[in-house]
């Protein structure tokens, strides 16, 4: 991550001039604010500016595992032709459906710490993007009878939650690709 600090101060008439452009393009009808350094994570997601949306279509935004609005984020970042190791210093919302996600992520990491306990087995969770297997990965580096790692190839990767000592599951083998002859003829 580099040394360079976001404020609306400094980028929010970037952001704002980008929304106000591309918001009523796309036809959402939401409103936006966008603060400083505002979240009651800081040790799960901690950005400098935090975009966030309300208004008739915010739940639209959210829709699809937040596709749209992670679209959206992604959009503006490359407006503001921001390297890609400071995409997580600004960060976009939606009816405070991130803050939430995060709790649930939280809940979630807690449960399966308990079960990996109490079956000495593995636990797989779902695919699921970046930011949200690093939230897995936060909550559960306090557990030292536990390991998480993330598996799989975008986008079916996902976290496994192991006992300290058991060895990861091997990677599944590349099913071996046809080799490529001459074109058949056809007759």
């Known amino acids: 991550m580099s040394a360079t600090k976001y404020s609306v101060a400094d980028h929010g008439e970037k952001i704002r001039a980008f929304l ?12 936006y604010t966008m603060v400083d350094d505002e979240t009651p ?15 008739e279509d915010a739940a ?6 937040m596709e749209v609005l992670l679209a959206l984020e992604h959009l503006t970042m490359e407006a503001l032709h921001m390297p890609a190791e400071d995409h997580s210093k600004i960060c976009f919302d939606a009816n405070d459906h991130r803050l939430l ?6 809940a979630s990491a807690a ?13 797989r969770f779902n695919p699921m993007n970046s930011r949200e297997r690093r939230i897995l990965h936060l909550a559960l ?16 990767r996902c976290v496994v939650v192991y006992p300290a000592g058991m060895p990861s ?7 071996p690709t046809r080799p490529q002859g001459p074109p058949r003829r056809r007759r």
């Open 20 to 31: 106000d452009r591309i918001l009523p393009l796309a036809g959402l009808r939401v409103d």
């Open 41 to 55: 994570h800081p040790e799960f997601e901690n950005p400098d500016v935090r975009v966030k949306f309300t208004g």
């Open 60 to 65: 639209f935004l959210t829709a699809n595992r």
């Open 101 to 106: 996600r995060v709790e649930e992520l939280r």
């Open 111 to 123: 449960h399966a710490a308990e079960r990996v306990k109490s079956t000495h087995s593995p636990y």
């Open 141 to 156: 580096r306090g557990e030292t009878s536990l390991r998480s790692e993330s598996e799989g190839l975008e986008p079916r």
């Open 169 to 175: 599951r091997p990677a599944e083998p590349q099913r």
